[in-house]
């Protein structure tokens, strides 16, 4: 390893921090496997925010010829195909972190992390960040009060409304694809009917709007909202949600000049969406979005947290403890993600 100079990288492509997550997990090697891939920087300048030497670990159990090159400042990066730049968080020891367990050190590093980025990408240094898996039990093992990224994210922005977006990327060049929103996330299922309101919902419609424009070239989207229960209530024989809150959400979020339509149930809407009838699906919950979207495609999902004033994007995948260290993780979903997180960062840039 060495320490790159620190002259700032003259560079129009949008440097994407991509912050390590939990380093006994797959995180690294994600990292590292899809790091000789031209596409990881066709579109972005990544610089890694983690452990150079849990990140050299990974290089080394990957089997690859890659030298990784600590700076102190994220401008500094000058990512190559043999040479990853790394900016380490002072303070974080993850130093004899066992592969494939839970550890309160990485749980609580994943956090330090996370936040490096966030006030890097806050104060203008990155223009996205682009996050690896985390543990939820390593975290709460370290003392982080949080369930998950998201809510450390809209914690850390300050943002009251906020909602987690999976996408699926469309194939080849054309744009589109397909997001699937949550009204509600990480929550036992037991507390989502308390949660949703109609303007919970309707909130949720309009971040789906407004989010996937940039995905469409401009374009508005085609919104359609799940319903809550089976049938989408069947009219009131299976429960009252539809008539009460998401039904009276629609017509709200429609009246805002929204292309929405629902409630439709769920059943037969994924299939609809799937085909290109919709661009965004308002889920009620987290398994009714997720099942769908990451049974369809699951190695080039996308997380993208909405509502923030910074951009970012996730692997759709956890830190699968099962297989890590043996050098064999897929990079699909890192790709897509940072190809994502370039996309959305560059009409900020243009702006700015």
């Excluded at 590292?32 to 050299?56: K, Q, T």
Aim: proline share 7%; glycine share 10%.
């Amino acid at each position: 390893m060495r320490r790159a100079e620190e002259e700032p990288v003259k560079d129009d492509r949008p440097l994407v921090a991509l912050t390590m997550g939990d380093v006994a997990g797959v995180g690294p090697e994600v990292i590292a496997r899809a790091w000789p891939d031209s596409p990881l920087r066709d579109l972005a300048r990544p610089v890694v925010i983690g452990c150079a030497e849990a990140l050299g670990r990974a290089v080394r159990s990957c089997g690859l010829d890659l030298e990784v090159s600590r700076v102190d400042r994220p401008e500094a990066a000058g990512p190559s195909d043999r040479v990853i730049p790394c900016l380490e968080v002072p303070g974080v020891d993850v130093a004899g972190v066992p592969l494939g367990r839970v550890d309160a050190r990485a749980g609580r590093a994943a956090y330090e992390f996370l936040v490096t980025a966030i006030d890097l990408a806050l104060a203008g240094r990155v223009d996205a960040i682009t996050t690896m898996p985390l543990n939820k039990e390593s975290l709460h093992a370290g003392g982080v009060p949080y369930p998950g990224h998201t809510e450390i994210l809209a914690d850390r922005c300050r943002v009251p409304q906020h909602a987690m977006m999976l996408y699926l990327p469309p194939r080849g060049e054309s744009t589109g694809g397909l997001g699937v929103i949550h009204a509600t996330l990480h929550v036992p299922l037991r507390k989502v009917f308390d949660l949703l309101t109609v303007e919970r919902v309707c909130e949720t419609i309009l971040l789906a709007s407004d989010s996937m424009r940039p995905l469409l070239d401009g374009r508005a989207p085609r919104v359609a909202v799940a319903g809550l229960n089976p049938h989408a209530g069947e009219h009131g024989l299976f429960g009252d949600e539809e008539i009460r809150i998401i039904a009276p959400a629609v017509a709200r979020a429609a009246a805002e000049g929204v292309a929405v339509e629902g409630p439709i149930a769920a059943d037969t809407l994924f299939a609809r969406a799937i085909e290109g009838e919709f661009d965004a699906v308002v889920a009620m919950y987290h398994d009714q979005g997720h099942v769908a979207l990451k049974t369809i495609g699951f190695d080039r999902a996308v997380n993208i947290t909405l509502g923030l004033p910074i951009v970012r994007t996730s692997v759709a995948h956890g830190t699968a403890f099962d297989i890590a260290g043996l050098g064999i993780v897929r990079t699909d979903s890192l790709i897509a993600a940072v190809r994502v997180a370039a996309q959305l960062a560059r009409p900020r840039l243009s702006v700015g």
